[in-house]
């Protein structure tokens, strides 16, 4: 059994269902028109029976690898068709990503508050001193200088809205 | 021999110096804006720039606005290549096998090749257009709602052979971009779906950010799953030669291109068609003509020549409905369209007679754009890839930060930002359990247009699916989707029992 595959076929399944309660309370078909409903229905229905045919698969052992088309997953590595045994002690998912991800997704709100220069200085800072470990000069300028670039670029330059947050209201007398 | 003697009279028109140097300049414009996450497609591009344009003379200021087609267009390729962002639809597709070819030190090949076969697609498209626009245009007035449903239907199955290793994560996918699609307001009835009572979610979700969350943020997270050494830089080409196709690389791509030509223009030719369509069609035809299908995904050249020749292609093609019958193909064709009325010329049947100064100069325009992107671009491909230079641990905030730019641009909402998050994070898990994430992002394109044009033939027929066979067309498209997708089959259980004897 592969794990991921099932939980992934679980998700689908409940997702696919959620969708398709929600859905029936859409009208499906009038007298000659399709209604709202129609298309939401089948696209759930469909996701719901994809659903329970991944959950099968992951109980199926692996077929051999063939055609390895569209953007297939770096982080794919069989041997033969056959999954190759995983890194002992290895998680699912890795620390870095999720410390960016982490980082990435706590900005968000303090866009609405800081604005975009500085919540941008304070995200860039996080990656690059703390998760990229690089405290030299030339990190230093880009934590400044890159926030700074884009907003002359995108805000001055091209006329583009960017969050100005609280500051730029004078909550703080700026 | 009068349409020949009108298009040559259409590039004299276009050829002055005036008209060269504004051309020029659009192409440099819409390269360097369209590159910006947020203005990044076409149709961005032609807004932003068409006040600009609005002060020239008709004439000039349309050939500018084909500059700056072009450029865009080209400007695609190039983020979707280098960065794989695709920042128009169109350019989805290319992520496949140009931005692979980017990391393994072919970034130059790769963009030379999308310029070349952009190159040979006009120039093929211009010549159909000027010999076959008026058949074009008579099987384009008989595509309805069944036709376009199934044309629809058509491209959705192609995603089907598009899929990775197992066709069931390729249909989840597709079926996740179809659910994500119908979010919004109900176009006919009004009525709310998926919206959870929000605001923010009436008007749907955009394209764009979808498309960053899924690829560009999700390409990032993947990528910092490697070890800080192995992902410093992503290769640059060394020597000089190394930034331009080799001959290895055209003698792969003949084919490719000349399927990518005739697919776009045929497809740009239908109202309603649309360069994403083109490129999609083009690349399934492309791989499942090829002897080597298992290469594509992984690096082939001809990956980025079909697609982009169709691309280019459609462009042309375009033109057919556009002028002949007043309807934009594309968001790109509506901007101009917007630009013709705005000069207070109505494109339609009348116009090749009533504005000939303005209908021929457009066209040879359209074809003079990929030269002088061909000569402006092809010599910076080498600055271009600097990009690539740029060290990995400052390259992703760098992307990280566009990101978000692009996200709040869309409507300026802090919501859609949330939303990049929500996408970035289903990217990067689809990716961590080899779900690819592309037919998502094709069914959520198509999706939209494929509800509305099976809602109209049903409507039409007062429910009866029988529509879809009883019209020639439209059954003839059904079956060819059909053909496809059992050879596609076929050819995969074939290799899959190739595999299984040889282990």
Redesign the interface.
Known sequence: MRR??VV?GVI?TV??AG?LV??LY??F?SA?????G???RL??S??VI??L??IR?GFRPL??????????????KTV??KASPREPGKA???R??LI??AG??V???L??VLGFVVT?TI??AF??LYV?K?RNLGAYV?IVA??VA?WL??VEL?G????NGMLHLGMLGI | MSVLTNLIDGFATAMTLTNLTWMIAGAMLGTL?GI?P??GNPAATLA?LLPLTLRLPPTTGLIMMAGIYHGAKFAGATTAILLNIPTETSSVVL??DG??LAKQGRAGPAMGMSAISGFIASTVGIIALTFAAPLAAQLAVNFGPPEFAMLMFFGLLLVVT?????P?????SM??G??VS?VGV?I??G?E??TFGSVNLYDGIEFLILTLGLFA?GE??????KK?DKVEKLNAPKRLRDYLPNMADFKQSRMAIAIGSVVGFFIGALPGGGSTMASFVSYAVV?NTSPH??R???GAIEGVAGPEAANNSEAGGAMIPLLSLGLPGSASTSVMLAALLLYGVQPGPLLFTNHPEIAWPVIASLYLGTIALLVLNLPLIPLWVQILRIPY??L???I???A??GA??VR?S?FD??LL?AF??TG?LL?????????MLMAFVLGPQA?LT??QS??LS??NPMIFLERPISASILVIALIAVVLSTW??RR??RR??A??
């Open positions: 991921a595959d992934f689908v997702l696919g969708a929600m859905a859409m009208p078909l000659t028109t399709p209604g709202p129609f298309f939401p696209v759930a469909g996701l994809l659903g045919m991944q698969q077929a051999p690898e063939v055609r390895p088309v569209g953007p297939v997953s770096q982080l794919e033969h068709g699912f998912l890795a870095r990503p960016v991800l990435y997704i900005s968000v709100p866009f609405g941008t995200l860039m990656l690059l990229e690089r880009c890159i926030p884009t670029l995108f091209l583009m809205e960017l969050p | 804006i910006l947020g203005l932003i992520c496949y931005h692979e598009l899929t990775g290793k197992s069931v994560k390729g249909l989840i079926f996740l179809l659910l119908t109900d006919f009835t009525t779906r998926f943020v990032v997270l993947v990528n910092l799953e800080r791989k299908p298992e594509f995904g992984t641990w400052l992703y905030p760098i990280l930060v566009l978000v730019v709040y641009s300026g802090i930002v949330y998050m970035s994070i990067y990716r961590k359990i080899e779900v690819p994430a592309t037919p509800e099976v809602r049903l409507m007062n429910n050819g995969r290799q899959r595999a299984s040889a282990i």
